[in-house]
């Protein structure tokens, strides 16, 4: 396993290169000129050319290519044309809020979506299948950001619970309160995964009922319970975790919406913000820090397989 993961890790470098390259280009071909947006509009021909140069953008674009991959091959990435902070240094002053929204999305996405999934699966064609399947089709079909907005109305504004915009850094206010802050946008973002999750579980805990070894397993007397939990669950988890891993990547690009929706700190309203104010470098530095969590999660997602299916060989 030692073998496959150090090859996997490997592979992955031809795929951020490839990343890199495509990002690079196409963010410049996106109109606007970076150096206007950080003058003013009325800015004079001799003070644009000035910030160019100083952002070394009159240069021509291989030149500039060749010196940012010289760069970031010894960690470099680059300063941010807003910040003026590394920009890696500044993606990386935005993983708390990010993360712990991700987390929580997900935890809130597992406890509903796989007990939905199961009780469909086990109740298959019955009253709580279908009120399981059309609560998941609603999930599906539900904006992230009308939940949101529908969310913030009953439960920030109507009932005053929980803050409608804003984070609190957990240096600053605790875990608790951190979480305060997230569990609205978590739990609209979960819901979406959550339909998603329900649908795959269903599938892949029905394909699993109707082996053999289960209908030996309810021969011998075991109960209800057992039989589900232990025995066909555990046997339709690679599937499920095949589709907790395309959560992760869905519940990052989501939370572009929710971080811009109630206004939290995170990658996702910072992307948004550098495509804005066309910070070339932390668009280019977050763009393949996202691109590495996707490759590390597929090889996490694959290792994972292995445990819960003995009979899988890595070679």
């Given at each position: ?11 992955a470098?031809?795929t ?94 597992i406890l ?21 399947m ?118 990052l ?7 811009n ?55």
């Amino acid at each position: 396993m030692i073998n496959y993961t150090i090859r996997r890790l490997l592979s992955a470098i031809p795929t951020l290169i490839i990343v890199a390259v495509m990002v690079f280009f196409l963010i410049r071909c996106v109109p606007g000129n970076p150096a206007l947006t950080m003058l003013s509009d009325d800015a004079t021909v001799e003070e644009i050319a000035a910030m160019e140069a100083k952002m070394g953008l009159d240069q021509p674009v291989p030149v500039q290519f060749v010196k940012w991959v010289g760069n970031a091959v010894r960690g470099d990435f680059g300063s941010s044309i807003y910040y003026d902070e590394p920009a890696m240094g500044v993606v990386m002053s935005r993983l708390e809020s990010t993360w712990m929204l991700v987390i929580m999305a997900m935890f809130f996405s597992i406890l509903i979506g796989v007990p939905l999934g199961i009780t469909a699966a086990v109740h298959r064609n019955g009253l709580l299948d279908k009120m399981c399947m059309v609560l998941s089709m609603i999930g599906i079909s539900m904006p992230g950001f009308w939940l949101a907005l529908n969310l913030v109305i009953l439960f920030a504004i109507k009932v005053p619970v929980f803050p409608a915009v804003g984070y609190a850094y957990i240096s600053e206010g605790g875990l608790l309160k951190s979480m305060r802050y997230l569990l609205l946008p978590a739990i609209a973002l979960g819901l979406q995964r959550s339909a998603s999750l329900a649908r795959v579980t269903r599938s892949s805990m029905l394909d699993v009922l109707n082996s053999d070894y289960i209908r030996t397993a309810r021969s011998k007397g075991l109960r209800e319970r057992a039989v589900v939990y232990v025995h066909a669950l555990k046997n339709a988890m690679n599937q499920i975790i095949t589709q907790l891993g395309i959560s992760i990547a869905h519940l990052l690009g989501g939370a572009i919406v929710m971080e811009n929706v109630f206004n939290i700190p995170g990658l996702g309203r910072l992307a948004f913000d550098s495509i804005v104010r066309r910070d070339y470098p932390v668009i280019q530095a977050h763009i393949l820090y996202v691109a590495f969590i996707y490759v590390i999660v597929n090889l996490v997602v694959d290792l994972l397989y292995k445990f819960f299916d003995p009979r899988i060989e890595y070679k």
